[in-house]
């Protein structure tokens, strides 16, 4: 037993499109909650993971990518950044030196919150530990870090010096979840997600943007779990697209997303999809209300 006093606190991780957020939070919790793909912006929710160990309790809230938001879906998705900022005890700065985009609209956003932010250097392992550091010093310029980490979220290196610095900023408290809790989303939260994840892996261009999942019914029995599920398409002539020829696309996405919803939830799963056509979803406040962004 340790005689160190148990923390808890509230992380948000911070960072533009495709830095790797969602990976980083993963390779923490040693498990896949937040879906990731190699497209931008796949992230919408604010995903709440808790890291737990035996004296410290992390809540990490996974935002979305930064951007300047078009319509009322990207800006429900902006509305989880200012809860981080409300929330957060720690903020992690989550830099791509790899990126060649300037990231101006994170610095504009990080300059008006008054907490320790962390530049976490990820993608170590594909990135040039010179030109990651010449990086680094402009964005010092900019901005003032308590602390600078050099990560791979996808080798997992650097990441448990992170958290054991992260500790340190974090106040003497009991936990605020049960220990084994990963998230406080429900399963069918995550259902939805790895759905909508098969459609970034499946489907170019505008198509997994305009959709969203509506988990209409799950019935969990002892040896399988039934659940029925509607994807939301934004225009009539997407609904053909995810359809397929002779069904093909839509009978491939049902089989992969099973498969991905089996290896979550660790047992069988009959999965029932259906594509329903609301025009315009996105740019309407009630329907982005609805489907719960």
């Not at 060649?100 to 990135?127: G, S, W």
């Not at 990560?151 to 448990?160: F, N």
């Not at 049960?178 to 406080?184: A, H, R, V």
Request: overall charge neutral.
């Amino acid at each position: 037993m340790t005689d160190q006093p148990h923390k808890s606190g509230y992380v948000a991780i911070i960072g533009k499109p495709n830095a790797g957020k969602s990976t980083l939070m993963n390779r923490i919790l040693g498990t896949k909650i937040s879906i990731t793909t190699h497209k931008p912006q796949t992230t919408r929710h604010q995903v709440v993971g808790i890291f737990s160990d035996d004296d410290t309790q992390i809540i990490f809230l996974d935002t979305p990518g930064v951007i300047s938001p078009k319509y009322e879906l990207q800006r429900a998705m902006m509305n989880t950044v200012e809860r981080a900022r409300a929330d957060a005890d720690v903020i992690l700065f989550l830099f791509d030196p790899t990126d060649r985009f300037p990231t101006d609209e994170v610095i504009e956003l990080l300059k008006t919150i008054n907490k320790p932010i962390f530049l976490v250097v990820n993608k170590m392992d594909q990135a040039d530990k010179k030109r990651a550091e010449g990086k680094v010093r402009e964005l010092e310029e900019k901005l003032r870090f308590k602390e600078i980490h050099y990560v791979s979220a996808l080798q997992g290196e650097g990441v448990d010096e992170l958290l054991q610095a992260v500790r340190t900023y974090l106040v003497p408290g009991p936990p605020y979840y049960p220990k084994e809790d990963l998230s406080e989303h429900p399963v069918r939260f995550f259902v939805s997600e790895l759905i909508r994840e098969q459609l970034f892996l499946q489907f170019d261009e505008e198509i997994p943007y305009s959709c969203t999942i509506d988990v209409v019914n799950y019935d969990a029995d002892t040896d399988i779990d039934r659940i029925s599920a509607d994807i939301i398409v934004n225009r009539k002539s997407q609904k053909g697209i995810l359809i397929g020829k002779k069904g093909a696309a839509i009978k491939e996405l049902g089989i992969k997303s099973r498969e991905a919803i089996e290896g979550f939830i660790g047992k069988k799963v009959f999965l029932d999809l259906h594509v329903k056509v609301r025009e315009k979803w996105r740019e309407k406040e009630n329907w982005v209300r609805n489907f719960g962004y």
